[in-house]
């Protein structure tokens, strides 16, 4: 069986939907059906999709009960397909678009390595409002070859931006994770998650490219600029934990462990790296999360050294070369 699930939420897309279904039914391998969920858009996104859907039967448009949020929208459409009978899925924006090969090179790399749980592209660029590319999105840790624990925790730290998410995912990995509680970085913890049941490789054969939304739909934005942000960002740093926890007992039984503790610690560490430029008062909202969960509190108490340490790295690594003179090259 190869027969896939292609996913898409969907609101407010009728500037490039079309182009980007085009990019689908085009492609290379055949058998997919394109399940969209039209989440009660307020421009012409259900027209275009009822036209489309009058054409092509692999075309099928779902509507949830009620509008929902972009997670419950995700969720609605991965309960979906999970009662489907598919090979695997893959999750697509309604402005991105593809290569005509994805599918079939993502397939044919699932069939080939049955210990692979997610194939994606390594050439995934980020693109503008006129198709214009502004960015190569990098890979993260291709996963499969360490302790399943280390795996999540090195896939979780190289997760810079998340490709893997896009990826072609093996259906029978997808059903066994679970996206939780929304919190800020919920989506690498998805993958991360996926990181235990199978390795997560990037392939050369073909090219997706990925239309970076719009500032109002920033969830970071939206959820930390408010006056309470620092107990908001408090309560997403304790579902986080308790997320991550959950991973690590899947990887040990439950039993305590160096590695255990080293991907708490671990944890903290990259909550804070990534993400406390975005509260409103970084202090206070470790102050916050301490009272909130004081089992913690001696692991964040040791973090923000190490994690600016890393950052430090980070910024080393990635700095432009400097010219004879002493300054830094454009970027190209």
């Known amino acids: 069986m190869s027969k896939i699930a292609v996913f898409m939420p969907v609101y407010n897309e009728e500037a490039y939907l079309a182009k980007t279904i085009s990019t689908i039914l085009t492609q290379d391998h055949t058998d997919f ?101 502004t960015r190569r999105w990098p890979v993260c840790h291709e996963s499969g070859y360490m302790n399943a624990t280390f795996d999540a925790i090195l896939t979780l730290i190289t997760l810079m931006y998340n490709t893997p998410i896009f990826g072609l995912w093996r259906q029978s990995v997808r059903q066994r994770v679970m996206f939780r509680h929304p919190c800020v970085g919920g989506d690498h913890l998805y993958v991360a998650e996926a990181a235990i049941h199978g390795s997560i490789t990037p392939i050369d054969d073909a ?51 160096i590695a255990q503790e080293l991907f708490r610690i671990s944890a903290v560490s990259l909550y804070l790296l990534r993400y406390n430029h975005h509260f409103v008062t970084f202090e206070s909202t470790l102050n916050a999360f301490v009272a909130q969960e004081a089992g913690f509190s001696t692991i964040v108490q040791g973090q923000i050294a190490l994690g600016g340490m890393i950052k430090d790295l980070l910024k080393a690594k990635t700095q432009p070369p400097a010219t004879p003179d002493g300054s830094l090259h454009p970027p190209q």
């Not at 419950?72 to 489907?84: E, P, S, T, W």
């Not at 107990?231 to 997403?236: G, K, S, V």
């Not at 986080?240 to 991973?247: A, E, P, Y």
Request: net charge negative.
């Open 207 to 257: 090219q997706v490219y990925l239309r970076r939304a719009p500032p109002s739909a920033n969830y970071l934005e939206k959820h930390f600029t408010a006056a309470s942000g620092d107990e908001a960002a408090a309560r997403d740093m304790y579902v986080q934990l308790m997320w991550l926890s959950d991973i690590i007992d899947q990887t040990t039984h439950g039993q305590p462990s």
């Open 33 to 133: 059906d394109l399940l969209v969920s039209e989440n009660y858009s307020i421009d012409g996104t259900l027209d275009i999709l009822r036209d489309l859907e009058a054409k092509d039967s692999r075309i099928k448009v779902l509507r949830p009960e009620k509008k929902l949020n972009s997670y419950g929208n995700f969720c609605f459409l991965v309960d979906h397909l999970n009662r489907g009978d598919y090979f695997a899925s893959m999750m697509l924006g309604g402005h991105d678009l593809l290569s005509n090969n994805v599918l079939s090179s993502s397939v044919k790399h699932l069939k080939e390595k049955p210990s692979c749980a997610i194939a994606y592209q390594r050439n995934s660029f980020e693109i503008d409002e006129q198709d214009n590319i």
